[in-house]
């Protein structure tokens, strides 16, 4: 079992900045996988950043590359999403979560994730 807490969210203007983080606790050890994902509304889950634990590989979607950047401090058990240079069409919850994944095209792909933290709003409005 494991439990994911976010936090960090809040209301920016276009071009502001954020860090979320993400408290994890429990069995993550058995999975190589932490990944953040936001959800607008009723649109589908999206992949933003994931981070491959046991080498610290990063993955990111186009939509974010060179603004956001995904990091973990295993030692305090925190993953945190720094996000800059924040756009109107960055507006979702923003959930982390934890799994398994094997090849690099499933980084960002929902169902490889099993356990979900409960969401953090990131409004970004002028």
């Known amino acids: 079992q494991v439990h994911l807490v976010e936090s960090g969210g809040g209301s920016v203007q276009p071009g502001g900045s954020l860090t979320l983080s993400c408290r994890y606790s429990?069995?993550?050890?058995?999975?190589?996988?932490m990944a953040w994902f936001r959800q607008d509304g009723g649109k589908e889950r999206e992949g933003v950043a994931a981070i491959y634990t046991p080498r610290g590989t990063t993955y990111y979607a186009d939509s974010v590359k060179g603004r956001f950047t995904i990091s973990r401090d295993a030692a305090e058990n925190v993953l945190y999403l720094t996000m800059n240079d924040l756009q109107l069409d960055d507006t979702a919850m923003y959930y982390c979560a934890t799994g398994t994944f094997w090849t690099p095209p499933q980084a960002l792909n929902a169902p490889r994730y099993l356990y979900w933290g409960q969401g953090v709003q990131v409004t970004v409005s002028s």
């Open positions: 429990g069995d993550t050890v058995r999975y190589n996988a």
